[in-house]
């Protein structure tokens, strides 16, 4: 196989990163990806920095082991306390979630307010705040941790009243901050994208971190002279525990009529 053919690798906690799949593939429609699910141990949001360490390790080692060109990690949480084990133990190009969607973020908060929403463990690890503060001092950061966001996801529940009444929960205090850029700091928050646009209204611009990786992803891949442009695509799914459920709502992310997942329990 040509390196150029060689997969993307994607891998989240969950359903979360497959709105990073489905942008890989919009912007980059001729790749091959691979992309690991690890829904035996979703969500990642409340577990301890050395646990996500460990388990995104693993998966990044089984993402190496089928070859990839570059691995993209598509959860927030793993970006915020995984990426510098992986950028030591993994030989392949490792790209993390977070630098993206705060360069996008800076470079479009016009009145210098940002606010993020993510897991308490990527609020908890003040990466966004970081990250924005190396490009611009000057704006203002504030964080809002959403834990029942990603449970509601992943049961289905997106634009239910139930999910309304989470967003109002956790959401009605942006509107005391006025910032005008919200990032959605959670892969699995672009599913519910459209509600939050919603209730925040139209002054305030989402920064869908999805979208940002995508596109950091292509530049990456152009400049290594890595880019698949011609023939057919594949695209792998492997899930840690699978369930009916899973392939379901996995389906109605990427869209299509058909998906096959495999399972793969090989460090649970």
Same mark, same amino acid.
């Given at each position: 196989? !040509?390196?150029?053919?060689?997969?993307?690798?994607?891998?989240?906690?969950?359903?979360?990163?497959?709105?990073?799949?489905?942008?890989?593939?919009?912007?980059?429609?001729?790749?091959?990806?691979?992309?690991?699910?690890?829904?035996?141990?979703?969500?990642?949001?409340?577990?301890? /920095?050395?646990?996500?360490?460990?388990?995104?390790?693993?998966?990044?080692?089984?993402?190496?082991?089928?070859?990839?060109?570059?691995?993209?990690?598509?959860?927030?949480?793993?970006?915020?306390?995984?990426?510098?084990?992986?950028?030591?133990?993994?030989?392949?190009?490792?790209?993390?979630?977070?630098?993206?969607?705060?360069?996008?973020?800076?470079?479009?908060?016009?009145?210098? /307010?940002?606010?993020?929403?993510?897991?308490?463990?990527?609020?908890?690890?003040?990466?966004?705040?970081?990250?924005?503060?190396?490009?611009?001092?000057?704006?203002?950061?504030?964080?809002?941790?959403?834990?029942?966001?990603?449970?509601?996801?992943?049961?289905?529940?997106?634009?239910?009243?139930?999910?309304?009444?989470?967003? !109002?929960?956790?959401?009605?205090?942006? !509107?005391?901050? /006025?910032?005008?850029?919200?990032?959605?700091?959670?892969?699995?928050?672009?599913?519910?994208?459209?509600?939050?646009?919603?209730?925040?209204?139209? /002054?305030?611009?989402?920064?869908?971190?999805?979208?940002?990786?995508?596109?950091?992803?292509?530049?990456?891949?152009?400049?290594?002279?890595?880019?698949?442009?011609?023939?057919?695509?594949?695209?792998?799914?492997?899930?840690?525990?699978?369930?009916?459920?899973?392939?379901?709502?996995?389906?109605?992310?990427?869209?299509?009529?058909?998906?096959?997942? !495999?399972?793969?329990?090989?460090?649970?």
């Amino acid at each position: 196989m !040509k390196p150029n053919e060689q997969a993307i690798g994607i891998f989240d906690s969950g359903l979360g990163g497959l709105t990073i799949l489905r942008a890989v593939k919009k912007l980059m429609p001729k790749e091959n990806i691979i992309y690991f699910g690890d829904t035996a141990h979703s969500p990642y949001g409340s577990k301890s /920095k050395e646990t996500v360490a460990e388990y995104s390790l693993n998966i990044a080692k089984f993402l190496e082991s089928k070859k990839v060109k570059l691995i993209l990690v598509a959860c927030n949480t793993a970006s915020a306390l995984a990426l510098p084990v992986l950028k030591r133990h993994i030989k392949a190009p490792v790209l993390g979630v977070i630098e993206p969607g705060a360069a996008c973020a800076a470079k479009v908060a016009i009145n210098k /307010k940002v606010t993020v929403l993510g897991t308490e463990a990527t609020v908890k690890s003040k990466e966004y705040i970081k990250n924005i503060k190396k490009l611009d001092k000057s704006i203002a950061v504030t964080q809002y941790a959403c834990p029942l966001f990603v449970p509601i996801i992943e049961e289905g529940l997106a634009g239910s009243d139930i999910c309304k009444l989470a967003i !109002k929960r956790y959401l009605t205090p942006l !509107k005391t901050d /006025k910032a005008d850029t919200v990032i959605l700091g959670c892969t699995h928050y672009p599913v519910i994208k459209e509600d939050i646009a919603k209730f925040l209204g139209p /002054k305030v611009t989402l920064v869908d971190s999805a979208e940002e990786i995508a596109k950091r992803a292509k530049e990456a891949l152009l400049r290594a002279g890595l880019l698949k442009t011609g023939g057919k695509s594949s695209t792998q799914i492997y899930a840690s525990d699978l369930s009916e459920r899973f392939a379901r709502l996995a389906l109605n992310i990427i869209g299509g009529k058909k998906l096959k997942v !495999k399972e793969n329990r090989f460090y649970i």
